[in-house]
């Protein structure tokens, strides 16, 4: 957090010492030390800022897709187009410091329109890179509101078609009358359920579980006739989980303890 918050007050420095050079002789085709300096420093600062944001954006697990499913589609298309324009802003930043390091003619259009559009290639490029990482940032952020986390472990039981995982929790064997634990998330809100009353039942059978979920949305049932991936989960009422997820979190038997 504290390398966090010396990025972001070193942020206005950059900026400003990037403005003061828009009044100096800043023309495409020539940069002063200075102006590598400060071009170095705000790429330090956009790299650190972007992995610290990108954390906390991968830390998310909910997801706060809507009902409707032309605004998932909008949303959807919305962040690829930020991601996309990031990634355009990112290279042309790129594209102006090698026109400039390497005396390519093929790439100097790139510092003539920076110099056109900001009046200095060192502002343009400051500019750019910040609202290319920015535009990164939000889009990626988007999609896992709507697409959840990719990097998320969580495991689903076996939905009401029988389609059932290949591995478990952990990546061991299954054990047999195991105690399961299970989570339960709104898929409206992303917030655990609270105090909801969770059934498990068997899917080729007649044996029936039920247990009201904690304060972190949780249950466990010990001790389960047969395998875990023998059941469905679902919250009473809401037996196609359309208002309820349902994750199994944990498995475990009574020799691990």
């Known amino acids: 957090m504290r390398r966090h918050a ?19 002789e800043n023309t495409a085709g020539s940069l002063q030390v200075q102006d590598y300096f400060i ?14 944001l990108l954390y906390k954006i991968f830390k998310t697990t909910g997801e706060r897709r809507s009902k409707f499913i032309v605004v998932n589609l909008f949303g959807m298309a919305f962040a ?12 042309f930043s790129g ?34 890179g910040a609202l290319g ?46 105690n399961v634990t299970f989570r339960v998330v709104s898929r409206d809100t992303g917030e655990p359920g609270i105090d909801v009353k969770l059934i498990l039942q068997e899917r080729e059978g007649s044996r029936i579980y039920e247990k009201y979920t904690d304060f972190n949305g949780e249950v466990t049932f010990q001790n389960i006739a047969g395998f ?22 944990r498995i475990s038997s009574d020799s691990d303890r």
Not at 97 to 103: L, P, Q
Not at 138 to 153: E, F, K, T
Request: charged letters at 10%; zero cysteines.
């Open 228 to 249: 875990a991936s023998d059941y469905y989960a679902h919250v009473e009422g809401d037996e196609s989980r359309a208002k309820f997820r349902v994750y199994r979190s």
């Open 6 to 24: 010396l990025a972001l007050s070193l942020l206005p420095l950059v900026v400003r010492l990037g403005s003061a050079l828009t009044q100096e």
């Open 133 to 178: 990482f920015l535009s990164l940032l939000v889009g990626l952020y988007i999609l896992v509101m709507l697409r959840g986390n990719p990097l998320s472990v969580r495991q689903g039981m076996p939905d009401h078609s029988g389609n059932a995982p290949s591995v478990l929790v952990g990546g061991e064997d299954e054990p047999i009358n195991p």
């Open 39 to 52: 071009i170095f420093l705000a790429a330090i600062i956009y790299v650190n800022l972007f992995l610290v």
């Open 95 to 128: 594209l102006v410091i090698a026109s400039i390091v390497t005396g390519m003619p093929m790439f100097a259009w790139t510092s003539y329109l920076t110099v056109y559009y900001f009046g200095s290639i060192t502002m343009g490029v400051v500019v750019l």
């Open 80 to 91: 690829f187009l930020l991601i996309s324009l990031g990634y355009i802003q990112i290279i």
